[in-house]
């Protein structure tokens, strides 16, 4: 694989696209705007940045393979990294694309920089919540930094109506179960995320996934899944955005709208559910809908491999995505269903979501990640839990996302039984407020 900081002797300054230059200084300067490197003549400046390079020992300089991605144009691209391709393609769920480009248009510099500034105004222009709209970006830029420009495939994004795929060549340079948690950043293309970092876009803190999954979470959106194909060496990300969300009153709305802030990153107050037999109807009503959308989610699924399969043998740019991908998918969806209709059933397992803060749902990830985990695996994440707060039956479930009665006779009984939980009522157990609680005792004996 190719190193972004390798230096191409035989390109210079004419082999860059001044206009997408000069786009990324304008946002540079807006970025960082009492910034000395804003004084520099276009070589320095890109020198500073990581787009440049010097060879010591003959003298030589030219644009390294990082600047030729953010600041070239497709056709010198491909002379030097022939699988180079990006692509976005939108659709409203039949066979035609409603809307496509690709870096071979023509229309456009074709570059990684300008791909990433239209399809940013695509989304912000397309998904009304700030919040939707920046973890889509967060997920885009991730693709970008950490894609394999030497792979085959190309990157490419689609957005359906029920959901976005991102796919690129290369595979995770950390565990699959570990990136909607990790928070060590491991580097693919140490130049591109420093020309993308220095406008702000991104962070080496390994954290912006996690991020993602969390907002996605407090949209009551499917888990975002991850897909990796190894014969294939590309990696798929889908978002699924549920079109039958929960109803709410006028005045949660707007308790909600208001509690996203500016950067649509943060959340200072959550769609409360609440146990009143009007709500009792409506989630019945979400639930009916959810389990009709998990069957529609996988057939678009099906129908998306198959247009995938259609394409390589059209253009040859874009492999097969893994076949597990819809097995895996089929296995949350109905894990996920057993759930959603028990919830259904029984209006007291609706939750209060203002009660499941951030280090909550952390604690709980490896259990809604893993849908087969050994008993002490799970007895230990419930301990944890506990250690925090009491929860109730139905802030297990959906923390741990497991039916209610799977929780409590397999695990929560068990722990009672061994002194390791109390029940908050002890002399209620069908109080309807009870709780779990962490037997502090049981460290002492």
């Not at 991605?69 to 692509?87: A, G, H, K, M, N």
């Not at 997920?139 to 950490?146: C, G, P």
């Not at 741990?400 to 929780?407: F, K």
């Amino acid at each position: 694989m190719l190193q972004d900081n390798l230096i191409l002797e035989h390109y210079g300054l004419n082999e860059l696209n001044f206009d997408t230059i000069k786009s990324y200084r304008d946002r540079f300067a807006e970025v960082k705007p009492a910034h000395p490197w804003n004084a520099l003549e276009t070589k320095e400046f890109l020198y500073k940045v990581g787009a440049w390079g010097k060879v010591r020992d003959t003298h030589k300089e030219g644009v390294t393979l990082a600047g030729l991605l953010l600041f070239s144009e497709e056709r010198i691209i491909t002379e030097v990294l022939p699988q180079y391709f990006l692509e976005y393609r939108e659709s409203k769920g039949n066979e035609e694309w409603t809307e496509r480009f690709t870096s071979q248009d023509g229309t456009w510099s074709g570059n990684i920089f300008d791909f990433y500034f239209h399809i940013h105004e695509i989304v912000r222009n397309s998904e009304p919540q700030p919040s939707i709209a920046s973890s889509l970006t967060e997920v885009l830029i991730n693709m970008l930094i950490h894609a394999d420009y030497n792979g085959e495939g190309g990157v490419i994004l689609e957005k359906q109506p029920s959901h976005y795929v991102f796919s690129n060549p290369g595979l995770l340079l950390v565990p699959t179960d570990s990136v909607f948690s990790n928070t060590v950043s491991q580097l693919r293309n140490p130049n591109i995320v420093k020309l993308f970092s220095l406008l702000g876009l991104c962070e080496r803190s390994g954290s912006g996934l996690k991020k993602v999954k969390q907002n996605w979470s407090l949209h009551h959106y499917k888990t975002p899944a991850i897909d990796q194909d190894v014969s294939m060496h590309r990696t798929v990300v889908m978002l699924s955005l549920s079109t039958q969300e929960r109803q709410v009153s006028s005045s949660e709305k707007d308790t909600y709208n208001t509690s996203i802030d500016d950067s649509g990153n943060n959340f200072k107050d959550v769609e409360k559910y609440q146990n009143t037999p009007e709500n009792d109807v409506e989630i019945d009503s979400y639930n009916k809908n959810e389990y009709s959308y998990n069957k529609e989610l996988i057939e678009e699924l099906k129908s998306y491999n198959n247009d995938v399969n259609s394409f390589n043998k059209e253009d040859n740019y874009y492999n097969n995505e893994s076949k597990s991908y819809n097995n895996d998918v089929n296995y949350y969806n109905n894990n996920h269903n057993s759930y959603n209709n028990e919830q259904g059933e029984n209006s007291s397992n609706l939750v209060n979501v203002e009660n499941i803060d951030t280090k909550l749902w952390d604690i709980a990830a490896l259990a809604r990640e893993k849908k087969r985990l050994s008993p002490n695996q799970m007895e230990h994440i419930i301990l944890e839990l506990c250690k925090e707060k009491p929860l109730m039956l139905k802030e297990f479930a959906y923390l741990l996302e497991r039916t209610p009665d799977g929780v409590r006779n397999n695990y929560l009984t068990k722990l009672l039984r061994k002194g390791q939980l109390q029940l908050k009522y002890p002399n209620q157990p069908n109080h309807p407020k009870q709780a779990y609680l962490f037997n502090k005792k049981d460290i002492e004996r």
